[in-house]
């Protein structure tokens, strides 16, 4: 062995171990573990985040060691099945219907698993595996998104694993854009560039991302990108992308107005032009006159009809039912209140803060946002992933502490009917908003 390679080793050797460590970790976590085993998930979970903290702590200037062990993480999940989510069956079946010339936004898969001559591979196992809830409603994900899966389709080679494969494969490739551009970003700010493994090795964004095959992480890749281009000067490219992070997932839409500011009015009309334009051109091939009722009635159900993890609605929905209020009904009624107390957020955020300042801006979009989850009725683990990538490029770490204590949620898969543990909820909500309680008097102190 060189003699280099010898003193590397004796250099680094704790590191190494801990790398070690959390590779077998992870491939248990990946191979060995159902979602109804909480305690085995939390302890590996817990484990993860240690030891991504220490690894963090002794290396965060050593950039190739910590982006390869990334990889080396993200690889270890790529020849299985995500175990904590079955949203990936969905995926795939969109990606069938898409590469089939069949439009995911008009057609359920509770009526096209019906027809007797249905061209689409696997369909049956498909079908039972995305669920009564996912079968029953018309595709919710955007253009770009179904893109993506066919894509992985005509790669799976009617294949589901193969398919899964090539999904986790411009999954990973997406996070290390995310690492390439966000490196870049953090310079650009003045910020110190190791910040971005809080994002390329947290264990929440592994697991979620490439693990369980969210596509968060190419949203984010767009979204970095875009402002990226925008600490360039080179505006119109970035509306052009971020377009694109729009046409993965809608959750970049909550931020257009704050460009209003940051442009000011003439700049970003043309801004918003450029980002209409090419999301209308991303759309146009799924455009029909029943697309815009399904797409909406669909995503409205979010507000109304679901809920999962969540924060202020749990508590709401407690003093509801000690006062007699039906939930179901409730749900509904608080479902028609948080869009109209997000947009008076969102608005508020544009007009009274310096948003013409990138750093300031994207602090505007991070509290946005938190208010956003903190009201929602569903905020699964992933997606979080947002808030832990805006936090990196400020001043506020709360949404580690919250990527961290998240995985409490897991806790309703373990029980009949995903049945929640208000309790565990509880400790979740009450650190994260100690934690943000903590580093708002903080930081408003050194101010």
């Not at 039972?128 to 790669?155: E, V």
């Not at 500011?261 to 006159?289: E, V």
């Not at 909820?425 to 101010?447: C, D, G, M, P, Q």
Request: glycine content about 4%; aromatic content about 18%; charged content about 10%.
């Amino acid at each position: 062995m060189p003699k280099r390679a010898i003193t590397y080793l004796k250099l680094h050797k704790v590191s190494i171990a801990l790398a070690f460590l959390s590779a077998v970790f992870y491939f248990v976590f990946a191979h060995h573990l159902v979602r109804t085993d909480f305690i085995k998930l939390l302890t590996l979970f817990t484990a993860l985040f240690i030891l991504c903290y220490k690894l963090i702590q002794f290396e965060k200037w050593n950039f190739k060691f910590l982006l390869g062990v990334g990889i080396v993480f993200r690889l270890i999940f790529l020849f299985g099945e995500p175990n904590l989510s079955q949203d990936f069956y969905r995926f795939i079946w969109d990606g069938e219907l898409v590469i089939h010339f069949i439009n995911p936004y008009l057609n359920i898969p509770n009526t096209l698993i019906e027809q007797p001559h249905l061209v689409i591979a696997n369909a049956q196992e498909l079908y039972n595996g995305m669920g009564s809830l996912s079968a029953r409603h018309f595709s919710n994900y955007p253009p770009l998104n179904q893109m993506i899966f066919a894509i992985a389709a005509l790669l799976g080679g009617k294949s589901i694993l193969g398919s899964v494969m090539a999904m986790r494969i411009m999954i990973i490739l997406a996070d290390i854009g995310i690492f390439y551009f966000g490196r870049k970003l953090l310079k650009n700010l003045n910020r110190s560039p190791h910040l971005i493994f809080w994002y390329f090795l947290n264990p929440l964004i592994i697991i979620e991302l490439t693990g369980n095959l969210h596509f968060e992480g190419v949203m984010l890749l767009f979204f970095v990108w875009a402002i990226y281009l925008l600490s360039i000067q080179k505006w119109q490219w970035a509306a052009v992308v971020l377009a694109c992070s729009i046409s993965v997932k809608l959750v970049p839409l909550i931020f257009l107005p704050l460009f209003l500011k940051h442009f000011g009015f003439k700049r970003s009309i043309l801004f918003y032009i450029i980002i209409g334009l090419t999301s209308l051109t991303l759309f146009a091939p799924f455009y029909s006159s029943d697309f815009i009722n399904n797409y909406s009635k669909t995503i409205g159900l979010w507000f109304s009809n679901f809920e999962f993890n969540a924060g202020l609605w749990n508590a709401i929905k407690h003093i509801g039912i000690q006062l007699d209020a039906k939930p179901w009904e409730l749900i509904k009624t608080y479902g028609k209140i948080t869009p109209v107390v997000t947009i008076t957020v969102v608005f508020l955020f544009t007009f009274l803060r310096k948003n013409q300042n990138l750093t300031v801006l994207l602090s505007s979009m991070l509290w946005i946002l938190t208010i956003y989850y903190l009201m929602s009725a569903t905020v699964h683990p992933w997606y979080i992933s947002f808030l832990v990538v805006l936090t990196i490029f400020t001043k506020y770490r709360f949404a580690i502490l919250w990527s961290a204590v998240i995985i409490l949620s897991y806790y309703a898969y373990s029980r009949a009917y995903f049945k929640e543990n208000l309790w565990l909820l509880s400790i979740e909500y009450l650190s994260v908003y100690a934690f943000l309680v903590y580093e708002i008097v903080a930081h408003r102190n050194k101010t």
